[in-house]
């Protein structure tokens, strides 16, 4: 390999301008680059920390186009982009990571495809295109199941989850009458994740895998490291560089995993930083969006060694109450804890405006900061203390 680093001073285009390419930007900043943002939304969560902000549909080629022109890398924040679109900067830029990876990973059914032929773990699913094949998958799986639309799916949006056979007819319906993987509703006994970063050199970091909890399938808060026997670390550590091999990833990847029976299946995985691994900015040598400019610069990709023992919590827009902030002055009272805001107009209930972080001697310790601070923020805790 004769991949020539990308050195600061260079400039990033990052197609999505959300909470993680915000991150990202503020990452690559500090590092002296240069950060130009592509996303729909003219107040995304990026709008102030970039050079230049193109306001555009992840589906228009020509400013993707235009986004490449002005820059050394291209990557992603966001899965939703269009293919055509990746293809069309990958003729002005190196695109990190490259369209043929993310038309695997964007789509669901896809992805699983991919992963169980490569013989990853992962739990009983059928893929549906129309009704009669979701009611006789949701027959051949049996009991309770998570349907999920194979596109444009996230935090818990785009699935439904069904108790019988019966709720064929309301689950695809429900979802649009698009094309679903359907899983069987699994026992978990935690879910984990695991980051790793690859570089176009083939340098491959994976971080110690990550415990999180989800409240009506979204992350409500994540722990950095999962409190796990070492053998099921190694196997999440040894899954994800397998992984980020088969798919040959350039920038990071992020495994969900879920601990079934004290085995590992693989749920999804996503090209990207991950709500999964904020607490690397508090906790780790290297937070999660450093290692991502690294990776896609193909700098020498930085420890992943966890310092401190950390955790986050999600604020979502709920918190807002009537559009009113939320009392930070109390969370922020509890010494090792801090505030990441996006910078996000419009509080909306389910949207992610920000989190929590919290440092302790471990994990448990961390997390039980974490949830303490957050707890202070909750709509009827607002009396004084
Ligand atoms: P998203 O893309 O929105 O993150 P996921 O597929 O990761 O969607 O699902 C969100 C959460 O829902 C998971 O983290 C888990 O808590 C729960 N969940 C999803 N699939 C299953 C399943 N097959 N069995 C049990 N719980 C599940
Ligand atoms: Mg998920």
């Known amino acids: 390999m004769n991949s020539v680093p990308i050195l600061p001073g260079s400039t990033i285009g990052i197609l999505g301008g959300g909470q993680l390419g915000r991150m990202t930007a503020m990452a690559a900043r500090e590092m002296g680059y240069r950060v130009r943002a592509l996303d729909p939304d003219a107040n995304s969560a990026s709008r102030y920390l970039v050079e230049e902000h193109l306001q555009a549909s992840f589906e228009d080629a020509d400013a993707a186009e235009r986004l490449a022109r002005e820059s050394d890398v291209v990557t992603i924040e966001i899965e939703k982009v269009g293919i055509h679109c990746l293809e069309r900067a990958a003729a002005f830029a190196p695109t990190r990571p490259g369209a ?63 108790e019988t056979a019966n709720d064929a007819a309301a689950a695809f319906a429900a979802l649009g009458g698009e094309r679903c993987v359907v899983e069987k509703a699994l026992p978990i006994e935690m879910e984990i994740s695991v980051m790793c970063a690859r570089s176009p050199s083939g340098e491959i970091a994976v971080y110690p895998p990550a415990q999180n909890h989800h409240v009506d399938r979204i992350l409500a808060w994540s722990a950095l490291p999962a409190a796990i026997p070492d053998a099921l670390r190694q196997q999440a550590e040894e899954i994800g560089r397998e992984v980020a091999l088969a798919l040959g990833v350039e920038g990071l990847l992020c495994l969900e995993l879920f601990v079934v029976a004290g085995a590992l299946l693989l749920n999804e995985v996503a090209p990207r930083p991950h709500n999964s691994y904020h607490a690397t900015v508090v906790g780790c040598g290297t937070s999660q969006f450093e290692q991502h400019v690294r990776a896609i610069c193909d700098l020498p990709l930085g420890s992943v060694e966890v310092v401190r023992p950390a955790a986050i919590a999600n604020l979502l827009g709920d918190l807002w109450v009537d559009g009113k902030t939320p009392a930070f002055d109390r969370a922020l009272a509890h010494p090792g804890v801090r505030l990441h805001l996006y910078g996000k107009t419009g509080a909306k209930p389910g949207r992610k405006m920000g989190h929590l972080s919290a440092t302790a001697a471990t994990t448990a310790e961390a997390t039980q900061l974490v949830q303490a601070a957050v707890a202070t923020l909750q709509p009827g805790s607002l009396q004084p203390t």
């Open 100 to 162: 043929k990876l993310l038309h695997i990973v964007q789509d669901r059914a896809l992805q699983k495809a991919f992963l169980s032929g490569k013989g990853f773990p992962l739990g009983d699913y059928r893929t549906i295109a129309t009704q009669a094949e979701l009611g006789a998958a949701l027959s051949e799986l049996g009991g309770r199941t998570f349907v999920k639309v194979a596109r444009g799916g996230y935090d818990g949006r785009g699935q439904f989850e069904t």
